[in-house]
């Protein structure tokens, strides 16, 4: 019973997505893409840390990337929504390519040290630049235009509309996910992540596998900044400080680091959490403080995790004689 | 004689003031099964990362197949044919025992670069994998955490990873160490089949002398990072520097009068 | 040539407030293998409490910078005993994002207590006054830290090097199991190294409040960010190399500020980046 529950629910959950602006609650479409856009960044990222257990901090300079890509596209070449995504992507992934490819020479420690210092470095450049990039402002105006399509053209200016379109590529970038988590090269990962000397025994160039996920969680991170450059109207250098990385982290854990729903339950948990608690108070990342020591303290695997356990534990006692 | 599998001409590694390995001379023959043996502290773990590339060579030069691959990574020279398995149990804890020797046989068969298509659909890979933990004697243990296996079958378990990559010249450092007699038989039984198979070379680092000469066809002894001794068997046991080494007593069936002790 | 004398002045008393930080980090790092992010709380904590302490209780500077690095070796104490214990074994990750919530829970602690807008703290009497340096007025405050840090450096190389205690605690820092086994009282080490690496960041703290002349919650965070870029361009877990990385970043930054404004942001982690890809384990850290 709880295994065909299971199988349904991401398709449960999708109908509920797909539903949920006819509704009508503008507040709450708003808050749906938030969350969305959050857990394509965590879904990608957590590819890095949860299935490879590499920690990045620098993974906010993708975002922006892909943000500023997308502003600079819109703002001086087309409005085209779908080309700003691609080209969002695009430089997110090189700029993970170039990035990835001086970090994953080293390991641990050094290898999330030195993510930080990219990433505060691409920071900084924004900030600094700002003839080009509105330093502090950051780019802003961004319009979204219509989906041009060979005999059509949908719009996406109304928040409900520009809805499905994030719906759109979120069930995208899980179904990549997990795609990617599923295949030969998923479980190469994993086990770079148990044991990355015994992989390169097995005959797998770790470095390069490396950099590759290092990409692909880059590129996630590209789309999602895109996504909201789109939404806000406007890209900020913000987006690439090593606090916005942590975003990711937290809610990867907060659902359960290592899973494909895990990211994806922490993103709406963590976004529901902040609009309720910052209701009552403004130290609401006391309360994220406070629930991150009781994770790892206690809830390791999360939300997921721990509801898994407890199913198990269910299970046991059932065939139990 | 046919040419080397494996050549290593002047090996030289230091650990700061420690010698580990001094101008080592050492070739393995294809089908030939190799013993490695020596007293703690000879060079034998030493002389194993050395050729397999786990240790950068200082001097000397290491060829396979005639080719050189002194500088060649690890995982590059695995691709060529040369394995190893670890003297402590090295293997992916929190993956399952079928997913430990699968990584390996994906590897070997070059399906790790496919990102999009799911491991359930690589049922050549996992033939091979099944088949390895079927060689260690662990294939009603697939489904199993390796962190949950016994201790006994993780070492199995490590021979296991070591032998899906079904390699041409594959390392065993110390592969029997912490099995019960039962376990070392099996494991003994497969790696003499193996052998005649033909299709991977063995070598065995080893102190267990009884394992040593019945599987040999070939034992090398180490002392002190330099090779004593190079020879079939019998004629090992029975130089004179060999036993002055170990004072006589392992390679002996039984005590002679008036021994030393 | 005026300019640059006292730039570099600015430079080292700067760079000495980054090696008390750093210092602690490091001995942490070194002897307990955690990065911990909650050092930059530790030094906003000990310019509070050093602040509170003197305003409230006794208009005392030289109180506040007793009392302060104490009370938050106390709360080390209890943050390693309680919490820090549980994670030794975890992966990187958790001991990170675990002293990363410590770091959320005392900023936002302090801003619940003390405000969220800035304090500014009274400078005292004694410490007020300016000397001439090459014909313009430094103030002796800085040149007070500027010997104070080389004072800690060689306190804490005599503790490490001179001492049963420090012989000890180098004993578990290279081998923990081998340690124990030899009798040494190995959980009760880490929680005195890292209560002391605590002090070390309040003490930090205390002595940067007539300093920075403006107290505020996130001022823990910055400094937090340059200790580690210090430790890691140092080698983790050298003190000598934190040490140098301090005096070197410290230096190097104030020039920046003064002489390329728009990049000193991110010239302290292009540093790092640049020393981490020559040297992948620091200047003086174990080879790679």
Same mark, same amino acid.
């Not at chain 3, 005096?247 to 020039?255: K, P, Q, R, T, Y």
């Given at each position: 019973?709880?295994?065909?529950?299971?199988?349904?629910?991401?398709?449960?959950?999708?109908?509920?997505?797909?539903?949920?602006?006819?509704?009508?609650?503008?507040?709450?479409?708003?808050?749906?893409?938030?969350?969305?856009?959050?857990?394509?960044?965590?879904?990608?990222?957590?590819?890095?840390?949860?299935?490879?257990?590499?920690?990045?901090?620098?993974?906010?300079?993708?975002?922006?990337?892909?943000?500023?890509?997308?502003?600079?596209?819109?703002?001086?070449?087309?409005?085209?929504?779908?080309?700003?995504?691609?080209?969002?992507?695009?430089?997110?992934?090189?700029?993970?390519?170039?990035?990835?490819?001086?970090?994953?020479?080293?390991?641990?420690?050094?290898?999330?040290?030195?993510?930080?210092?990219?990433?505060?470095?691409?920071?900084?450049?924004?900030?600094?630049?700002?003839?080009?990039?509105?330093?502090?402002?950051?780019?802003?105006?961004?319009?979204?235009?219509?989906?041009?399509?060979?005999?059509?053209?949908?719009?996406?200016?109304?928040?409900?509309?520009?809805?499905?379109?994030?719906?759109?590529?979120?069930?995208?970038?899980?179904?990549?996910?997990?795609?990617?988590?599923?295949?030969?090269?998923?479980?190469?990962?994993?086990?770079?992540?148990?044991?990355?000397?015994?992989?390169?025994?097995?005959?797998?160039?770790?470095?390069?596998?490396?950099?590759?996920?290092?990409?692909?969680?880059?590129?996630?991170?590209?789309?999602?900044?895109?996504?909201?450059?789109?939404?806000?109207?406007?890209?900020?250098?913000?987006?690439?400080?090593?606090?916005?990385?942590?975003?990711?982290?937290?809610?990867?854990?907060?659902?359960?680091?290592?899973?494909?729903?895990?990211?994806?339950?922490?993103?709406?948990?963590?976004?529901?959490?902040?609009?309720?608690?910052?209701?009552?108070?403004?130290?609401?990342?006391?309360?994220?403080?406070?629930?991150?020591?009781?994770?790892?303290?206690?809830?390791?695997?999360?939300?997921?995790?721990?509801?898994?356990?407890?199913?198990?534990?269910?299970?046991?006692?059932?065939?139990?004689? | 004689?046919?040419?080397?599998?494996?050549?290593?001409?002047?090996?030289?590694?230091?650990?700061?003031?420690?010698?580990?390995?001094?101008?080592?001379?050492?070739?393995?023959?294809? *089908?030939?099964?190799?013993?490695?043996?020596?007293?703690?502290?000879?060079?034998?773990?030493?002389?194993?990362?050395?050729?397999?590339?786990?240790?950068?060579?200082?001097? *000397?030069?290491?060829?396979?197949?005639?080719?050189?691959?002194?500088?060649?990574?690890?995982?590059?020279?695995?691709?060529?044919?040369?394995?190893?398995?670890?003297?402590?149990?090295?293997?992916?804890?929190?993956?399952?025992?079928?997913?430990?020797?699968?990584?390996?046989?994906?590897?070997?068969?070059?399906?790790?670069?496919?990102?999009?298509?799911?491991?359930?659909?690589?049922?050549?890979?996992?033939?091979?994998?099944?088949?390895?933990?079927?060689?260690?004697?662990?294939?009603?243990?697939?489904?199993?955490?390796?962190?949950?296996?016994?201790? *006994?079958?993780?070492?199995?378990?490590?021979?296991?990873?070591?032998?899906?990559?079904?390699?041409?010249?594959?390392?065993?450092?110390?592969?029997?160490?912490?099995?019960?007699?039962?376990?070392?038989?099996?494991?003994?039984?497969?790696?003499?089949?193996?052998?005649?198979?033909?299709?991977?070379?063995?070598?065995?680092?080893?102190?267990?002398?009884?394992?040593?000469?019945?599987?040999?066809?070939?034992?090398?002894?180490?002392?002190? *990072?330099?090779?004593?001794?190079?020879?079939?068997?019998?004629?090992?046991?029975?130089?004179?520097?060999?036993?002055?080494?170990?004072?006589?007593?392992?390679?002996?069936?039984?005590?002679?009068?008036?021994?030393?002790? | 040539?005026?300019?640059?004398?006292?730039?570099?002045?600015?430079?080292?008393?700067?760079?000495?407030?980054?090696?008390?930080?750093?210092?602690?980090?490091?001995?942490?790092?070194?002897?307990?293998?955690?990065?911990?992010?909650?050092?930059?709380?530790?030094?906003?904590?000990?310019?509070?409490?050093?602040?509170?302490?003197?305003?409230?209780?006794?208009?005392?500077?030289?109180?506040?910078?007793?009392?302060?690095?104490?009370?938050?070796?106390?709360?080390?104490?209890?943050?390693?005993?309680?919490?820090?214990?549980?994670?030794?074994?975890?992966?990187?990750?958790?001991?990170?994002?675990?002293?990363?919530?410590?770091?959320?829970?005392?900023?936002?602690?302090?801003?619940?207590?003390?405000?969220?807008?800035?304090?500014?703290?009274?400078?005292?009497?004694?410490?007020?006054?300016?000397?001439?340096?090459?014909?313009?007025?430094?103030?002796?405050?800085?040149?007070?830290?500027?010997?104070?840090?080389?004072?800690?450096?060689?306190?804490?190389?005599?503790?490490?090097?001179?001492?049963?205690?420090?012989?000890?605690?180098?004993?578990?820092?290279?081998?923990?199991?081998?340690?124990?086994?030899?009798?040494?009282?190995?959980?009760?080490?880490?929680?005195?190294?890292?209560?002391?690496?605590?002090?070390?960041?309040?003490?930090?703290?205390?002595?940067?409040?007539?300093?920075?002349?403006?107290?505020?919650?996130?001022?823990?965070?910055?400094?937090?960010?340059?200790?580690?870029?210090?430790?890691?361009?140092?080698?983790?877990?050298?003190?000598?190399?934190?040490?140098?990385?301090?005096?070197?970043?410290?230096?190097?930054?104030?020039?920046?500020?003064?002489?390329?404004?728009?990049?000193?942001?991110?010239?302290?982690?292009?540093?790092?980046?640049?020393?981490?890809?020559?040297?992948?384990?620091?200047?003086?850290?174990?080879?790679?």
């Amino acid at each position: 019973m709880w295994k065909s529950l299971a199988r349904a629910l991401p398709f449960l959950l999708l109908a509920a997505l797909a539903l949920l602006p006819l509704a009508g609650e503008r507040f709450v479409t708003y808050l749906a893409t938030r969350m969305m856009l959050l857990a394509i960044f965590a879904v990608g990222y957590d590819l890095l840390l949860g299935q490879t257990g590499l920690l990045s901090f620098g993974h906010g300079a993708f975002y922006a990337a892909g943000a500023y890509a997308l502003g600079f596209f819109s703002l001086h070449v087309s409005q085209h929504p779908l080309l700003g995504v691609l080209v969002a992507v695009a430089a997110a992934a090189l700029l993970g390519l170039a990035v990835g490819a001086l970090c994953v020479r080293s390991s641990e420690v050094y290898f999330s040290m030195l993510t930080l210092a990219f990433g505060m470095m691409v920071y900084a450049l924004v900030w600094n630049a700002s003839d080009v990039t509105g330093g502090d402002d950051g780019l802003v105006g961004i319009m979204r235009a219509p989906l041009s399509l060979p005999g059509l053209s949908l719009p996406i200016a109304r928040d409900a509309q520009f809805y499905y379109l994030v719906l759109l590529f979120f069930a995208a970038a899980v179904l990549a996910a997990w795609r990617i988590r599923r295949s030969p090269f998923g479980l190469v990962l994993t086990g770079m992540r148990e044991n990355a000397t015994r992989v390169a025994f097995a005959g797998v160039p770790v470095r390069r596998y490396r950099l590759a996920v290092f990409t692909m969680s880059a590129a996630f991170a590209g789309l999602s900044g895109g996504l909201e450059t789109l939404l806000e109207s406007s890209a900020r250098p913000s987006m690439a400080h090593w606090t916005h990385s942590a975003e990711p982290m937290l809610v990867s854990l907060l659902g359960g680091l290592g899973t494909l729903s895990g990211p994806i339950v922490g993103s709406f948990l963590f976004i529901a959490l902040r609009e309720i608690v910052q209701r009552f108070t403004e130290h609401w990342m006391l309360g994220v403080g406070i629930i991150l020591l009781l994770i790892i303290g206690a809830f390791r695997g999360g939300v997921v995790g721990t509801l898994h356990q407890l199913v198990e534990r269910r299970r046991a006692r059932e065939t139990a004689p | 004689m046919n040419a080397p599998l494996l050549a290593a001409h002047g090996l030289t590694n230091w650990f700061g003031k420690v010698c580990t390995a001094l101008d080592l001379d050492v070739a393995f023959h294809e *089908g030939v099964l190799t013993s490695v043996i020596g007293p703690n502290g000879a060079g034998k773990s030493t002389l194993i990362n050395l050729l397999t590339g786990h240790l950068p060579v200082q001097a *000397g030069r290491v060829e396979f197949r005639g080719k050189d691959v002194t500088r060649l990574p690890v995982h590059a020279r695995v691709r060529l044919g040369i394995c190893r398995s670890f003297q402590i149990v090295n293997v992916f804890p929190q993956l399952t025992a079928l997913e430990n020797v699968l990584i390996p046989a994906l590897a070997a068969a070059g399906r790790t670069r496919r990102f999009f298509s799911p491991v359930s659909r690589e049922t050549a890979a996992r033939a091979e994998a099944e088949a390895a933990l079927e060689r260690v004697g662990l294939s009603d243990h697939g489904g199993k955490l390796a962190s949950a296996l016994s201790h *006994g079958d993780k070492h199995l378990l490590e021979v296991g990873v070591a032998l899906a990559a079904r390699p041409a010249l594959l390392f065993l450092d110390e592969p029997t160490a912490g099995m019960n007699p039962l376990e070392r038989a099996r494991l003994l039984e497969s790696i003499r089949s193996l052998s005649r198979e033909g299709r991977t070379t063995f070598v065995l680092v080893e102190h267990d002398m009884d394992v040593v000469f019945s599987l040999s066809d070939r034992v090398v002894v180490l002392h002190r *990072g330099e090779v004593l001794c190079d020879g079939a068997p019998d004629h090992v046991r029975a130089d004179a520097k060999v036993r002055e080494v170990y004072l006589g007593q392992e390679l002996e069936a039984a005590p002679r009068q008036g021994a030393l002790p | 040539m005026q300019s640059i004398v006292h730039v570099l002045l600015a430079g080292l008393s700067s760079g000495m407030f980054i090696w008390l930080v750093a210092s602690g980090l490091t001995l942490i790092f070194g002897v307990l293998g955690i990065l911990n992010f909650a050092h930059g709380s530790f030094y906003m904590l000990g310019a509070y409490v050093c602040y509170t302490v003197v305003k409230v209780f006794a208009p005392h500077f030289y109180l506040g910078v007793l009392l302060g690095p104490l009370a938050v070796a106390a709360i080390g104490l209890v943050v390693e005993r309680r919490f820090l214990r549980g994670v030794y074994h975890l992966a990187l990750p958790y001991q990170l994002l675990l002293t990363f919530a410590f770091v959320l829970i005392f900023d936002n602690l302090v801003k619940i207590v003390w405000g969220a807008g800035s304090l500014t703290p009274p400078v005292p009497e004694a410490l007020r006054g300016s000397v001439s340096i090459v014909g313009r007025k430094f103030p002796v405050y800085s040149l007070f830290i500027i010997a104070i840090g080389p004072l800690v450096a060689l306190g804490l190389w005599a503790l490490l090097e001179r001492t049963w205690l420090g012989r000890t605690v180098r004993a578990a820092a290279s081998d923990r199991e081998m340690a124990a086994a030899l009798g040494a009282p190995v959980p009760a080490l880490y929680t005195g190294v890292f209560a002391f690496g605590a002090w070390l960041a309040a003490l930090g703290g205390a002595l940067a409040v007539p300093y920075v002349g403006l107290l505020a919650p996130g001022m823990g965070e910055s400094i937090v960010i340059d200790a580690f870029i210090v430790a890691v361009i140092g080698g983790l877990g050298s003190l000598k190399g934190a040490f140098v990385g301090a005096l070197v970043i410290g230096v190097i930054s104030a020039f920046g500020t003064r002489f390329f404004p728009t990049f000193d942001m991110a010239l302290t982690f292009l540093l790092m980046a640049a020393v981490l890809l020559v040297r992948p384990r620091g200047l003086f850290g174990a080879a790679a």
